[in-house]
């Protein structure tokens, strides 16, 4: 198990990951009792903060609390239970026979009865017992690698709701922000108006104006509170307690070179799984192999014969005879899957690589406009829209050139938002593709 992942484990899993296998079957059964109580016990000390929610608080309350966490650990405590079936010997068979009874004459009643009482044991030829035994365990190892990569997934879409939230917050904050100015817009008109220096008209222009703009505020606010239910469901409930999320959405962290976090990839347990889900088909075709050599039941026990009134032993010794069934229909079957393992590893390492490589293009070019708007847009946009202000108080512009001037910059501030909002998400999924967070400063 990668230790990236174990502060943020619940305690149960933590201990599931780490405890030995001893093939016990009680000291299995306690284990998961403990466990369960301890994971209530957990999730009872982790509650959802009512005011402001951190982003790392969201993903702990996620991995706390999310179903598809708690599926993943009870299908490593399944694979538990196959190891220890894996471990267990066959069980010995008892017969008894009973014969020379209820005929005619001689043999009409017991007298002539002969009873026979053995005890029989299969002998695994081949070492299959061991053979099965490391298919279990790499089944196990292989739930493992799919509890961390569903963590992984829940981590990554706590993340992108977490910055839906932040987005959704910028653009209330923007709607307010521009609903003022509406409002401002719609006095400054009025005055002029009443001192002649404007068209009624302009400000009626004005009014539809702030109550397009209270429309948008409407919006922002539903967008929001939609926002916040879908990041609270990801720990089971949709009344949310926190009012705000706490982080800066204008800070990005600093992120590595594409070849850089190309080599980080093989930390992904999407990737890393199929060196142990190769070896785990190569198991399955030792074990149909070993499955050729047929098993021996030998046998032993003790025989009375009434008649006589004495005892005899008895034994035994059975061999199937591989004449039809050599069970080269399965060893086929996994030659061929140990193949195909090894064209899915190439195949997944292809496809992470063209994910990977896509979702830094998609950061980069995000990054690039946010940049842009940043340093460019939004400053010239605003000093346009100061000088038209001032201008049209001082006669010299119209109000259609103020609206104008008005709406390029609010267009410019949304662009940037919706950018940086790209940025975040595209970061997220560049985490989720590497296995591990992108840098020691950023803001997640």
């Known amino acids: 198990m990668n230790k990236r992942f174990s502060p943020r484990l619940p305690l149960v899993v933590w201990m599931t ?26 999730a009872s000390l982790t509650n959802e903060p009512a005011g402001d929610l951190s982003l790392a608080e969201a993903i702990n309350l996620a991995q706390a609390r999310h179903p598809g966490i708690q599926t993943a650990n009870l299908d490593m405590h399944a694979a538990d239970g196959r190891v220890t079936q894996a471990g267990l010997r066959p069980n010995p068979d008892l017969s008894v026979e009973a014969a020379n009874f209820g005929g005619r004459k ?10 026979t009482v053995q005890l029989e044991q299969r002998l695994e030829l081949g070492g299959k017992r061991s053979k099965r035994l490391r298919v279990a365990e790499a089944d196990r190892q292989l739930t493992v690698f799919d509890f961390e990569a569903r963590c992984l997934d829940i981590r990554a879409e706590t ?21 003022a100015l509406a409002d ?12 002649g220096r404007a068209s009624p008209m302009d400000e009626e222009k004005a009014r539809i104006l702030l109550a397009q703009q209270q429309t948008l505020l409407d919006s922002a606010q539903q967008v929001l509170q939609t926002a916040r239910i879908r990041l609270s469901a990801m720990w089971g409930t949709v009344t949310p307690r926190f009012e705000r999320v706490r982080g800066d959405l204008f800070v990005l ?5 594409l070849p850089t976090l190309t080599g980080r990839l093989s930390a992904n347990p ?23 050599l047929p098993d021996v039941t030998i046998g032993g026990g003790v025989r009375r014969f009434s008649d006589m009134d004495s005892h005899a032993f008895v034994a035994s010794i059975s061999v199937p005879l591989p004449l039809f069934d050599r069970n080269q229909g399965r060893v086929h079957e996994a030659v061929i899957l140990v193949e195909k393992a090894e064209n899915q590893r190439r195949a997944a390492a292809l496809d992470a690589t063209a994910a990977l490589t896509e979702a830094y293009q998609i950061f980069a070019t995000a990054l690039r406009r946010s940049t842009t708007l940043k340093n460019d847009v939004l400053p010239r ?64």
Do not use: M
């Open 184 to 195: 401002a817009f719609v006095k400054a008109v009025a005055e002029r108006v009443r001192a």
């Open 270 to 292: 999407d990737l890393s799984r199929w060196a142990t889900e190769v070896e785990q088909r190569k198991a399955v075709l030792a074990q149909e192999e070993a499955a050729r």
């Open 17 to 42: 990951i780490r405890l030995p296998h001893y093939g016990n079957a009680p000291l299995f059964l306690v284990c998961l009792c403990l466990g369960a109580t301890l994971t209530g016990y957990a």
């Open 106 to 115: 001689e043999v009409s009643g017991f007298d002539a009865a002969e009873y």
């Open 381 to 444: 946009s605003k000093t346009v829209f100061d000088a038209v202000q001032s201008g049209y108080a001082q006669g010299k512009y119209t109000y259609l050139d103020l609206l104008d001037a008005r709406r390029t910059l609010f267009d410019g501030q949304t662009e940037y938002l919706e950018t940086l909002v790209s940025v975040h998400q595209a970061l997220t999924e560049l985490e989720r593709l590497i296995g591990g967070t992108l840098s020691a400063s950023d803001n997640k």
């Open 159 to 179: 993340s992108h709701r977490f910055v839906a939230v932040q987005g959704a917050q910028e653009r209330l904050a923007l709607a307010r922000e521009s609903c």
């Open 253 to 257: 962290p600093a992120v590595s070179d």
